[in-house]
């Protein structure tokens, strides 16, 4: 079995990590580790370095939690949601976790949502996690 999780460096990429190493433990599955950008000018050097910081941490994470695991960066120009279905698709997962926040519903409209964009396109099940009020 696959489990994707889509991270960001932020509260809410975190708790979908969290949530998805529980997954992939419960489940004894393969974790892959997403990590979607635009590249080019999209972003600073400072983001990437530390994009790849906590990349290299992560990967450390899982190694000692024992969890099998791969980590990609995508770096295509796509949305982050395009490319963690992709992803997804091309490895035949059967669970996606994404870490979702809390928007106003003009929020929503305005800005649109990758959790929307995913759970629209997915082909298999999709879990969406939020961060705990202290994290």
């Known amino acids: 079995m696959e489990i994707v ?8 990429g975190r708790a979908a990590l969290n949530r998805s ?6 489940r004894g599955a393969r974790l892959t580790v997403v990590h979607s950008s635009r590249g080019g000018d999209h972003d600073s050097v400072e983001d990437v ?13 899982l190694v000692a939690a024992g969890v099998d695991h791969q980590i990609r960066e ?3 120009g ?3 949601a395009i490319d963690l279905v992709e992803v997804a698709n091309a490895i035949g997962a059967e669970l996606i976790v994404i870490g ?7 929020g929503k409209l305005l800005l649109g949502s990758n959790a929307q964009e995913i759970l629209l396109l997915a082909d298999c ?6 961060p705990l009020a202290d994290e």
């Not at 370095?49 to 994470?61: F, K, P, S």
């Open 125 to 130: 099940a999709v879990l969406a996690v939020k």
């Open 49 to 61: 370095i530390a994009d790849r910081d906590e990349l290299e941490r992560i990967d450390a994470e």
């Open 21 to 26: 190493i529980e997954e992939a433990r419960v």
């Open 74 to 76: 995508v770096v295509m």
């Open 5 to 12: 999780v889509g991270f960001v460096r932020s509260k809410e």
């Open 100 to 106: 979702i926040r809390r928007r106003s519903p003009v």
């Open 78 to 80: 796509h949305t982050p």
